[in-house]
């Protein structure tokens, strides 16, 4: 089974500029989860979804980011505009069940220039 | 809230030396789970290990190994003989009992295995 899809997998882009990640769960999780990666804040949660629901959004930075899961296999995060401060690894996770290991994938590295 | 505390921030070791990467957790759930995550240079955030709180076994799997003790509130992880191939950030995790599932990660230790 192929484990989580994201893409891009790099993405540079101006300030200014929209900039949309795209995440495909693996096949039957119920839970998809957006990190974002940075090395002076850690890993940080942005946004869950429980059956494409978003159940927490408290770490969504401001309102220049948005996420969505139209269905159960895509899920998206936006930012619009883009800001340097915006650069970062984002990775997108899933798991089956509440409490279950979380599966990441490859993350993408976004540049904001 | 809960808290993770990885205090080690770099651990440097010269290959086949054993290496234990402290954890020290902080919950006021019952019930919880423990999570360890391997991130290599390429940059994946791998899945290693998933504790609950109820179970207290320790737990060796090959070369690594995971102590759990709830009086202590640590949850370590040793690895035997490494390798340069353990290179790489190590993170510990927590999730809490109730309610959904989210994880609270530590900061990270990042272990460089010299050959």
């Known amino acids: 089974d192929a484990g989580v899809i994201q893409s891009p997998r790099h993405e540079v882009t101006e300030m200014g500029q929209e900039v949309t990640l795209r995440c495909k769960p693996i096949?039957?999780?119920?839970?998809l989860f957006w990190y974002r990666q940075t090395m002076m804040r850690g890993l940080e949660l942005l946004i869950y979804?429980?059956?494409?629901?978003?159940?927490?959004d408290s770490g969504m930075p401001e309102d220049r980011f948005s996420a969505k899961m139209p269905n159960a296999s895509f899920s998206t995060l936006k930012i619009q505009p883009s800001e340097p401060r915006d650069s970062a690894v984002y990775f997108c996770?899933?798991?089956?069940?509440?409490?279950?290991?979380?599966?990441f994938g490859p993350g993408t590295r976004l540049t904001v220039l | 809230a809960q808290k993770v505390t990885q205090a080690q921030t770099e651990i440097s070791v010269v290959e086949k030396e054993d290496v234990t990467l402290d954890c020290v957790y902080e919950?006021?759930?019952?019930?919880?789970?423990l999570f360890w995550y391997k991130q290599p240079p390429s940059g994946e955030l791998v899945f290693l290990i998933r504790?609950?709180?109820?179970?207290?076994q320790n737990e060796i799997s090959g070369r690594y190994s995971w102590n759990f003790q709830k009086s202590t509130s640590s949850f370590n992880f040793t690895i035997t003989a490494s390798q340069v191939v353990d290179s790489a950030v190590y993170f510990c995790?927590?999730?809490?009992?109730?309610?959904?599932?989210?994880?609270?990660f530590g900061k990270g230790t990042m272990l460089l295995v010299s050959p």
């Open positions: 996770a899933s798991c089956a069940f509440s409490y279950n290991e979380q599966f």
């Open positions: 096949s039957g999780h119920d839970y």
């Open positions: 979804f429980n059956n494409n629901v978003p159940i927490d």
């Open positions: 919950t006021r759930d019952t019930t919880y789970y």
């Open positions: 504790r609950n709180s109820f179970d207290e």
């Open positions: 995790a927590l999730s809490g009992g109730s309610g959904y599932s989210t994880l609270t």
